[in-house]
């Protein structure tokens, strides 16, 4: 046991990196904006849509590849590229650069969770998984509690063009340490993927390639659409799973809110209370995200301690239950910040954060290997889209038709109003939670 949590150690550093290099943009957004003079709606695209662009198109090709060749060449992939587009992000001088390097981070991005989340779930028993779910997710948290403070920090000393430059060079660093050490770590405890199934899964993709005669023979591009095509397949199927669909919008609607609140969080603290980028950074960090980390860990290992014969109910249950609880809180600390402070929004990231083990463990258990990084990799694009796509653009956009209330009071405004779709995202989990009990009698 021991070199499975040695890997899944490096796996949470890679999670670090994941969640620091996504979430660093939102920090030196304020920055940016003034340097490359940016308007609202520019940095709504920016921190989402240019992430979504990619994300639709790769992410369930690259997780089909990872449920046939395994997830080694997929998470030390993924690390190096989007590393890479951080390093060059440092680089920027436009909207469109900036934009551009964004993308290929989404693209880096797009089949690490999923490859790792179908690891995890190979290396450690369902006895297990929910504490190796929770340590994963402690980079998730180390990367938002540390990685706000110590960026903005490192930002007021080198700037945000050298952030982004460390930030890449570390990546690209830990991508080589992931490449080498796989072999020597990763032993599989739990079910495996069938070999026959892989070969036959191959065998249709190279068959509905031939067929692409349009398109160049050998080429990247045939080999994306013929995945794609036979990804439209397992998608069909994964639609048929009892629950599953509900459970991905849930994801989506709390993703749009999550996304919303956080990735313009930076930018409200600064224009609203006129913060300074490290005073940003330590809200951010070690108070907002303390209380994320909190949630993210305390359910993590709490759910392996459920009733085996209720888990997955209640699971769902405090799942719908949170989410909805944090759209009285940020109303309040948004629009009437003198009744609550800033810190209200510490028990609203509390309970915005106890949502995601317990929805990757139901999803673990609604899947089987054979279909698992496919399973992740369609529930992660689906709220990463929503999230990503439409919370900062949707507040970028209705912050710029609000102009006439000011900068922070509109911003707060559009803020309050996304994270409402929060009580959307309850809906669909107890949907998720009747379905499943439906199912089971």
């Known amino acids: 046991m021991a070199r499975p949590i040695a890997l899944l150690l490096v796996l949470a550093v890679g999670n670090f990196l994941y969640v620091l290099d996504r979430n660093v943009m939102s920090l030196f957004m304020p920055v940016i904006r003034d340097d490359l003079t940016l308007s609202a709606t520019q ?51 436009s909207f469109g650069q900036i934009f551009g390097a964004r993308m290929v981070v989404g693209a880096g991005e797009a089949g690490f969770t999923p490859a790792v989340h179908a690891a ?38 080198i700037g945000w063009r050298g952030g982004f430059h460390v930030l890449g060079g570390a990546g690209i660093a830990l991508a080589f340490v992931v490449w080498f050490v796989w072999p020597y770590l990763f032993r599989q405890q739990a079910e495996s993927a069938s070999t026959d199934k892989r070969a036959e899964e191959k065998k249709i993709v190279d068959e509905v390639s031939r067929g692409l005669t349009a398109l160049p023979q050998h080429s990247f591009l045939r080999w994306a659409v013929a995945e794609m095509i036979v990804a439209g397949r397992t998608l069909k199927a994964l639609l048929k799973v009892p629950g599953f669909t509900f459970l991905v919008l849930a994801a989506m609607a709390h993703s749009v809110a999550a996304f919303a609140v956080q990735q313009s969080m930076p930018t409200f603290l600064h224009d609203h209370y006129n913060m300074e980028m490290k005073d940003v950074g330590l809200w951010m960090g070690p108070v907002f995200s303390m209380a994320a980390v909190a949630g993210t860990l305390s359910m993590g290992f709490i759910i392996d301690f459920f009733k085996v014969e209720t888990k997955l109910k209640t699971c769902l249950k405090v799942s719908g239950i949170s989410v909805v609880a944090t759209v009285p809180l940020y109303a309040i600390g948004l629009v009437w910040p003198e009744i609550g402070g800033l810190w209200i929004f510490v028990p609203a990231f509390f309970l915005s954060s106890l949502y995601y083990a317990p929805t990757y463990f139901v999803l673990q258990n609604l899947t089987t290997s054979e279909n698992r990084a496919s399973a992740n990799a369609l529930l992660i694009t689906g709220f990463q889209i929503a999230g990503l796509g439409l919370g900062p653009t949707l507040v970028g956009i209705s912050t710029d038709a609000l102009g006439s209330f000011g900068i922070g009071e509109a911003l707060a405004i559009s803020m309050a109003v996304v994270a409402g779709l929060n009580i959307v995202s309850g809906y669909f989990f107890f949907r998720t939670r009747a379905t499943i009990i439906k199912t089971a009698s």
């Open 120 to 157: 995890l779930a190979l290396m450690f028993s369902p006895k297990h998984l929910g504490r190796a779910l929770a340590i994963f997710i402690l980079g998730t948290s180390a990367g938002q509690v540390l990685g706000f403070y110590a960026s903005g920090s490192l930002a007021n000393v």
């Open 43 to 93: 940095q709504g695209l920016v921190l989402g849509l240019a992430f979504i662009l990619v994300l639709s198109f790769v992410a369930i090709p690259i997780a089909r590849v990872t449920d046939r060749i395994g997830s080694r060449h997929v998470i030390a992939g993924s690390l190096f590229v989007w590393s890479f587009a951080t390093f060059i992000t440092g680089f920027a001088t």
